[in-house]
């Protein structure tokens, strides 16, 4: 007999979601400075007074959506994104002048080379090598 109370039928992970204190600044942060393609751009509501928007990097089926705060502050939520090559991403980056890198790369025993950067609300991306 099969114990179905612990087998789930989750078999990815479709959208994480920041919240953004404007949507439009940080569609062009994750586009113009990180590289990420757009998804998706939808109105909805009643009125179209809200507003749903993807972005992912090139090639993956993950997406990530920037939301408006819900009653609360941006910011404050953390996602990993890998990279064949930690180093030339941080200095491809880092020549860029205005994105906050927030650690040099890195690895210490047990973790994979990786940097810290955060978006102009406050939301940490480790970039992580792959």
Known sequence: MTDTTHTTTINNLGVVMFTVSDQDAALRFYVDKLGFELRGDTRFGDNGEYRWIEVAPPGSTARLA??????????????????PDVHREYERLRALGDVQLDSE????????LLFMLSDPDGNHIAVVQA
């Open 66 to 83: 920037l939301n408006p705060p819900m009653g609360g502050q941006p910011g404050g939520c953390g996602i990993g994104v890998e990279t």
């Open 105 to 112: 790369p890195e690895s210490t025993p047990g973790a994979p």
